[in-house]
């Protein structure tokens, strides 16, 4: 157990509908990175927060976004689904970031039809 | 543009058949080269961090190595509880935190 938390773990809806995906980081962690994992992609870097503020973007498509509360929780929102949307969807954590090891979920498997 | 490659895609053994699985990158530089292994359906589970080129790691039957141009997963004597997708990320300096990541590397123990 990695420590890090996300719900729901399956996810099932169809095109053109709006999700949100949830993470609680592992205690004392403040960074949170989302990432996309697809069969033909592999693990796809999304966005990180740190602290509440967004710090690096990666290939995030416009339709999705994300947050980080006070208490360092974070929600990915995705919307107008499309069918290629369905992955499984990881989040990780670390202190702070630089080098440091990210710590994964157990992931959200989001089937989109 | 940063590149991580994995070889070979996927790889049987037999129990007790000791082997080696590589990963090749690219950087602009090296902040950290990352081991995870991954069981189907579940999120990567962290392994080894391997920081600059001559380092080595080991835990328990897997022993992970670093030069400039690329990371070798050692298995020693493997058994069928090993048997999982190993995946070799990298973060690079400067800028992004981002892990990039191969495409993974399957691996089956036969008992």
Redesign the interface.
């Given at each position: 157990d990695?420590g890090?938390t996300q719900t729901p773990k399956h996810l099932i809806t169809a095109t053109g509908q709006r999700v949100t995906l949830r993470c609680s980081p592992r205690s004392g962690d403040l960074?949170v990175?989302w990432?996309q994992q697809s069969l033909d992609q592999?693990?796809?870097?999304l966005i990180?927060y740190y602290n509440g503020e967004e710090?690096?973007k990666?290939n995030i498509l416009e339709r999705f976004s994300a947050q980080q509360f006070p208490d360092l929780h974070s929600e990915l929102n995705l919307s107008s689904l499309e069918l290629g949307d369905s992955a499984?969807y990881?989040c990780?954590s670390?202190q702070t970031?630089?080098?440091e090891?990210?710590?994964?979920?157990?992931?959200t498997?989001l089937l989109v039809l | 543009e940063d590149q991580v490659t994995q070889s070979p895609e996927a790889l049987r053994l037999q129990e007790g058949e000791s082997s080696s699985l590589n990963c090749s990158y690219t950087v602009s530089g090296l902040r950290g080269l990352f081991w995870y292994r991954q069981d189907p359906g579940k999120g990567p589970e962290f392994l080894f961090t391997l920081y600059s080129a001559g380092e080595e790691k080991e835990k328990e039957r897997l022993k992970a190595t670093l030069t400039k141009k690329e990371s070798f997963l050692h298995i020693t004597a493997p058994k069928p509880e090993d048997s999982a997708t190993y995946l070799c990320a990298v973060q690079a300096e400067g800028g992004s935190e981002k892990l990039v990541f191969g495409k993974g590397m399957k691996l089956t123990v036969n008992p």
């Open positions: 990695s890090v960074s990175y990432y592999g693990l796809q870097f990180q710090r690096a990666g499984l990881f990780a670390s970031g630089f080098g090891t990210q710590y994964f979920g157990p992931g498997r | -």
